[in-house]
Each structure stands twice: as structure tokens, then as C-alpha cells.
């Protein structure tokens, strides 16, 4: 292997510590090597730094180690040339890991320049995409309670989903919240509870409700509404912040939604995910291939075997598309 680099390192990182080491010398000798240990706090990553500034080393790659990776990229982005590689890629051979071997084959192959390196956005994108992701969350919580709901529901013998369309619109609350307060569901009561086209179903409204409820389906009830109520606030809350967040992209917010099928939500996931700097794909191609939407070539003994889209691997190690409804799995940082 050719060596491009003269100086370089390599970072092990984990949740404690963090390996590192540098790689020095001619390209065309065997490089000097240098190995050491940092705890993985704010003073540990400014010595880190620190001892790299002091060895002339601004080249340095690290694995993508699940969010350990982030605050050392945040201390070292200002000061050095990070590549944050998929560790997928960049496996050591069997028997021989151990971190210090780790962090100096991360070197090796660095100094080579046979790391790809990962897309990682700016901070401002990065914040973004938490405000979206946690809004993906926030939503998967809030159908688990609907669900919840139902399930309790079908237990008691409520029938209540099989002739309301809505459980959880106007009418259906007020019915969720007369079953939790234990009231007798006469067909007066029905009444007064049913709203607008509703009303033209009394009668089945009324055998639907009629089911067998105890305490414990009404205690059940009562805790899935108030965690519902309160998803839903969230919901609200974080969308509002991540209008004011989304407010300098708003132009390309809009552009975004000129596409037929696009909402103001898949666009600004759009924004967090891939970013509002196209350079850094350039083609339209390796904007597909990242995605892992361009199928890769597996070929053996003259025979190609069939790659499915799922299975490509992106020239960019990828950022999880999931909140896209892709049906990709591509390496989440």
C-alpha cells in the first residue's frame, strides 16, 4: 500500500477512553509510531488536542462507535481533518483486535487513504435533525398509546372502533372519558356524547358500548389518555420550535413542497437529513447511492448475483433516512 500521508492518526474510540495513534515519517520508509490513552471527558479530549497540535498531526480518522464519536468530533473539527469512517469498512482481520492494534490499523489505512469518509453536516443541520427525529419519536409513542387504547377496549368487549371511524376525535373522546369516569351508557347519554354524522348510529353506538369493563380497563384507559394528552402537547411544542428553527430555510422549505406528494413535514425532514450543501454529493448518482437507493455489484466465478436496493452500499456512510419512509438501513450516527 502506498502511503500519501506523512502524518496521520488513528482514534479507537469508546465510552470511557479513547486509543490514539500517530503515524510519522517518509512516505517511502516505515513511519515512527506513537501510542496513547486519553479519558474521554472534556479535559481528556483537550489533551487529546492538545498532543496532536504538539505532534503536527491534522489528519485523523475514527470509527462511527454510536454517539461516542460525537464529542470528540465536535473538539478536534475545529483543529483537525477528521474522517469519521463506517466500521463496516474498516474491520481489522480476526485475532489480532485489540485497541491499540485498533487505533493504529485506523492509522495505517488513514495514511493510505483507504478510509472513505463518512457525510457528517454541519452543527446547525445536526440540530435539526434531532428536532426531527425526536418528533418521529415522539409520534411512535404516540401511536403505541392509541393502540394501547384499542387493545384495552377489545378486552372490555367495546365495540366502540368498529362504528367510529375517529376513536380519538371529538365524539370519541368524550365516550373514552364517560367509560374512564364509570358512567351508565344509556342511550341519552349516548346521545349527548355523539357529535355530527354520528348521531345517525345511536343504536349501534349504544350495543358497542355495552361491554364488560372493570375497574382495572378503566384504570388502564385513564393513564393511556393522560400519556396521550400529554405526547400530543409535546408534539405541538416541538413543532412550533422547529418552525423558528426552519425559518432561515424557508425558501427551500417551499421549494421542497412544489414536489407533488411533499408536505411541509417530509420537507424539512428532507432538509435535516441530507443537508442544504449539494456539494458534497456530486452527482445526482452518489446522492442515490448514499441513500442506498443504487444497487452495488456482486459478482463471482463470471456469476452476478442480484443486489437488492436495500443491500447497496453508499459512497457516503449514511445517515439514518428511516424518518424518509425509505426502505433502506443505512448506517445510523
Not at 492509522?107 to 446547525?124: M, T
Not at 456512510?317 to 419512509?325: M, Q, R
Amino acid at each position: 500500500m502506498d502511503a500519501i500521508r506523512q502524518c496521520c492518526a488513528g482514534l479507537d474510540v469508546h465510552q470511557a477512553t479513547i486509543v490514539a495513534c500517530i503515524l510519522k515519517g517518509p512516505l517511502d520508509t516505515k513511519p515512527t509510531k506513537q501510542i496513547r490513552e486519553f479519558p474521554t471527558v472534556l479535559s481528556g479530549l483537550l489533551s487529546l488536542a492538545d498532543w496532536l497540535e504538539h505532534e503536527g498531526c491534522t489528519d485523523v480518522a475514527m470509527e462511527s462507535t454510536g454517539v461516542f464519536w460525537k464529542p470528540v468530533f465536535n473538539v478536534l473539527q475545529d483543529s483537525c481533518s477528521l474522517t469519521v469512517a463506517n466500521a463496516a469498512h474498516v474491520k481489522n482481520i480476526k485475532g489480532r483486535k485489540t485497541d491499540v492494534k485498533d487505533a493504529e490499523w485506523l492509522a495505517q489505512l488513514h495514511r493510505c487513504d483507504l478510509i472513505r469518509s463518512s457525510f457528517v453536516p454541519p452543527q446547525e443541520i445536526r440540530n435539526l435533525r434531532d428536532l426531527t427525529r425526536y418528533r418521529k419519536k415522539l409520534q411512535g409513542n404516540e401511536a403505541s398509546e392509541r393502540n394501547r387504547i384499542h387493545k384495552v377496549l377489545e378486552d372490555a368487549n367495546i365495540k366502540l372502533s368498529s362504528f367510529v371511524s375517529d376513536l380519538f376525535g371529538v365524539s370519541g373522546r368524550l365516550m373514552l372519558q364517560a367509560i374512564v369516569d364509570g358512567e351508565v351508557l344509556d342511550p341519552e347519554v349516548v346521545a349527548d356524547l355523539a357529535k355530527g354524522k354520528l348521531r345517525a348510529k345511536l343504536p349501534e353506538l349504544t350495543a358497542a358500548l355495552n361491554g364488560r369493563v372493570t375497574k382495572h380497563h378503566r384504570q388502564m384507559i385513564s393513564h393511556s389518555l393522560k400519556h396521550l394528552v400529554f405526547l400530543e402537547s409535546s408534539i405541538a411544542e416541538l413543532e412550533a420550535e422547529m418552525d423558528i428553527a426552519f425559518a432561515p430555510h424557508l425558501p427551500k422549505l417551499q421549494h421542497l413542497q412544489s414536489v407533488p406528494g411533499l408536505g411541509p413535514h417530509t420537507a424539512k425532514i428532507l432538509v435535516a437529513e441530507l443537508g442544504i450543501d449539494m456539494s458534497v454529493f456530486p452527482t445526482a448518482a452518489h446522492l442515490a447511492s448514499w441513500a442506498g437507493l443504487s444497487p452495488g455489484s456482486n459478482e463471482s466465478a463470471g456469476k452476478k448475483k442480484v443486489q437488492l436496493p436495500s443491500k447497496a452500499t453508499p459512497h457516503f456512510a449514511a445517515h439514518s433516512l428511516k424518518p424518509l419512509g425509505l426502505p433502506v438501513k443505512p448506517e445510523r450516527f
